[in-house]
């Protein structure tokens, strides 16, 4: 029964396009594949399977390991779990013969051929913009999976707003949070600088009629799992492009938002976005 389960995952992930030799960042919900007779280390394998010997798996294993984060514990990344990223990325990162980054906020695990190049030398890399591994995933060509969840977890998207160049990346998520991450290393704990912060991705949806209409993103199931798909440098060009016309778009509108009142804020006060008609600005 497992065997043939897995094989229709398979099967369906290759009639969405997952073929041999990609570079796949995958963001997941392992419920939504409604599988009961295979483990989530079955779902890992068959999507190594799908790439190929050739092909690389990255999965997100964050764990925002900022100072000012309460009880927070060093970033070690042979033993801290991820955060909120579900448990495929957890298979992933304790899989036998996977890699993880160094990132002590925004870490991947990563299996495969360029598995080294997206992990290696990130110890002092905050954020998802230069120097990342979703920069790096970004000039391998990446396609991008979203097993049961929608693009507001796809975390690509804070790579293209870095990539618009508009001017808001050094406002952290949180104030509280601080401006630096403790990590573990060599024995010691130590306050790794940050400067690079993705804000809030609540309206990351936005994107979707965007880039249907383009043609740049495809919808499909994986066993009972709705699906997208898409190819990270296409899509990050798109967005930062239209983001440098409405630099906007991917804001909430939630008044309790932090990080996007204050990034609204500072695009004003560089003269890059007008406030609507009739309202009265930023308190």
């Avoid at 579900?86 to 992933?92: A, K, M």
Wanted: net charge positive; charged share 20%.
């Amino acid at each position: 029964m497992r065997g043939r389960v897995l094989g229709s995952m398979l099967s369906d992930l290759r009639e969405i396009g997952i073929r041999d030799g990609n570079c796949l960042i995958v963001h997941s919900s392992f419920k939504s594949l409604g599988l009961v007779d295979a483990s989530p280390t079955d779902v890992i394998r068959t999507l190594i399977e799908a790439v190929g010997e050739s092909g690389t798996l990255i999965m997100p294993t964050f764990t925002y390991c900022y100072a000012g984060v309460w009880n927070v514990r060093p970033y070690n990344p042979a033993t801290s779990p991820s955060r909120l990223m579900g448990i495929l990325p957890e298979t992933l990162r304790s899989y036998p013969g996977a890699l993880r980054s160094g990132s002590p906020t925004y870490s991947v695990a990563a299996f495969g051929k360029h598995a080294g190049l997206l992990t290696d030398g990130k110890e002092d890399v905050g954020g998802l913009g230069a120097g990342s591994s979703f920069e790096d995933a970004y000039r391998l060509g990446a396609k991008i999976l979203l097993i049961g969840v929608g693009n507001n977890r796809n975390s690509t998207i804070h790579y293209a707003e870095h990539v618009s160049g508009l001017p808001f990346g050094d406002i952290p998520y949180r104030a509280f949070w601080g401006r630096t991450a403790v990590a573990e290393r060599d024995g010691k704990v130590v306050e790794v600088p940050i400067s690079d912060f993705p804000g809030c991705s609540t309206n990351f949806g936005a994107v979707d009629e965007f880039l249907v209409e383009k043609g740049l993103m495809k919808h499909g199931v994986v066993c009972s799992a709705g699906c997208l798909v898409m190819n990270s440098r296409q899509i990050v060009d798109a967005i930062a492009a239209r983001l440098r016309k409405t630099p906007d778009w991917l804001f909430c509108d939630a008044i309790t938002c932090e990080p996007c009142t204050l990034r609204r804020r500072r695009l004003r006060e560089r003269g890059l976005l007008q406030p609507p008609r009739g309202s009265t600005a930023d308190p």
